[in-house]
């Protein structure tokens, strides 16, 4: 297992680039599913979440090719045999639950291990299997996995209760096989359901509203295959963002989506960071002290739960009180215990953290539990005095891409090592 050592205290300066986005490549991988043939994705960064699910895809039958080098994934599903996701795959990646929608669509079938709670909430799938119950399939959960069949999925009207963004996916990869037209309501309208539904578009899907609460897919019998660039990682680029400014850094990141970052952007600018447009990119430059300001998580566009560990690590070492609420997942905290062993003084209420910037922090023994609590630990360590390990940063492998070798070459003291964590 490999950790990783951080000696705090460098700004970082320098010029980095935001990687595709793991959540926008997860349902494009999903939606090669729906028709036989090579579709082909540019941008794809290596994380260890894609392995998976090239995992699950070749499991079903798939045929996968990666060049690492272009960053392209070239997936063929026209062999497709088992239409399962087994325990094993869903357990260390709950995404993999995007292969129900469309492979009942298009196989009329699918048995896909029932996702349990997970580090960061419970996270329950109702919504999926309701919309699917509602489209005409019939569901039997069983031994721990799902089971469902539809001979075939008519159009219906779907509202959810509260958005959810890989529940709309999944309903969006289950209607265009469906007879009719299906209107998703209070749907999720984050930037990666508008890269999902750009991707439906190319293979001969109708689909309307990506990116509003109201979707309207109408089905086709037919689908071809497709080709898409992904979109750049707008969590990513929020932390390497955090990095610069916490470091009182100045760093240029290329590729950076700033139309997907409007609330981040907003509390960074309140917290005293200066960004701004350039040719290159968007440079990002840190100032002391750091200026405390509240954050409400929200679905998008307001301010993304996958932001909050980041942006708590920033309020620690501001210079006043802030407070933090978690509106998304009801136990997104795991970081807190952590961050407080490096001296921040943190108190949790409910969905609330209040935080009182200390200032700086000091470096520490540290575990990572969740991959968005890992690059806030990481974020910790940059402006810790002193030493930082942090252990178990398989989480983080999950959707950063060689994290620490972009700190690094912006000036960090930062560096992996191999452990055979003997206690
Ligand atoms: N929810 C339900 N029932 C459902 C589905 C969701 O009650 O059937 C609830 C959840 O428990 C949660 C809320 O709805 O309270 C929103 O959850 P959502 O379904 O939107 O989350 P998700 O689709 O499982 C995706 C991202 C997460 C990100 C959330 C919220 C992917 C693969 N994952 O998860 O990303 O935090 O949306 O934006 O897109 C991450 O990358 O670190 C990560 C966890």
Redesign the pocket.
């Known amino acids: 297992m490999d950790k990783l050592i951080i000696e705090g205290g460098n700004r970082l300066i320098g010029t980095t680039h935001a990687s595709g986005a793991?959540?926008a490549v997860?349902p494009l991988m999903a939606a090669t599913l729906l028709a036989p043939g090579e579709h082909t994705l540019t941008n794809v960064p290596d994380l260890k979440d894609i392995e998976t699910f090239k995992k699950l895809l070749k499991f079903m039958g798939c045929k996968v090719r990666t060049n690492k080098k272009k960053k392209t994934v070239v997936i063929d599903s026209t062999n497709v045999k088992k239409f399962e996701a087994p325990y094993e795959l869903v357990k260390t990646m709950?995404?993999s639950i995007l292969v129900l929608g469309p492979l009942v669509a298009r196989f009329k079938k699918a048995r896909v291990s029932l996702p349990g709670g997970c580090a960061?909430?419970?996270?329950?799938?109702?919504?999926?299997l309701m919309g699917l119950k509602l489209m005409g399939a019939e569901i039997k959960i069983e031994h721990g996995y799902i089971d469902i069949t539809a001979e075939k999925l008519h159009g219906a009207q779907i509202h959810f209760d509260?958005?959810?963004?890989?529940?709309t996916e999944n309903l969006m990869l289950a209607a265009v096989y469906a007879v009719g037209t299906t209107t998703l309501e209070n749907a999720?309208m984050?930037p990666?359901i508008v890269e999902l539904a750009k991707a439906l578009e190319k293979m001969g899907a109708k689909v309307t509203g990506a990116g509003t609460d109201t979707i309207k897919i109408t089905g086709n019998g037919e689908l071809k295959t497709f080709k898409h660039k992904v979109i750049s990682d707008r969590?990513e680029a929020g932390t390497l963002m955090i990095a610069s400014a916490i470091t009182r850094g100045n760093v240029l990141i290329e590729d950076c989506p700033t139309e997907h970052l409007a609330p981040l952007i907003a509390k960074l600018r309140e917290a005293g960071t200066i960004i701004k447009e350039e040719e290159g990119g968007t440079r990002v430059i840190g100032d002391w002290p750091v200026l405390s300001t509240d954050i409400k998580t929200h679905?998008h566009p307001g301010f993304?739960?996958?932001m909050q560990a980041q942006m708590m690590t920033m309020m620690c070492v501001a210079n006043g009180l802030s407070v933090i609420t978690e509106n998304?997942?009801e136990n997104r905290y795991m970081h807190v215990a952590e961050l407080k062993r490096m001296g921040a003084k943190i108190k949790i209420d409910g969905r609330n953290a209040i935080v009182k910037g200390v200032g700086r922090l000091s470096g520490a023994q540290l575990m990572a539990t969740d991959?968005?609590a890992s690059a806030s630990l990481v974020l910790a360590g940059l402006v810790a005095d002193g030493r930082t390990e942090i252990s178990r940063i398989y989480h983080l492998d999950r959707?950063y891409e060689r994290l620490e070798e972009k700190l690094k070459a912006l000036g960090a003291n930062i560096k992996r090592v191999k452990t055979s964590e003997k206690f």
């Open positions: 793991k959540n997860l709950r995404a960061i909430g419970a996270r329950p799938i109702n919504l999926h509260q958005p959810t963004v890989t529940g999720a984050e990666e969590i679905p993304p739960t996958d998304i997942f991959l968005r959707g």
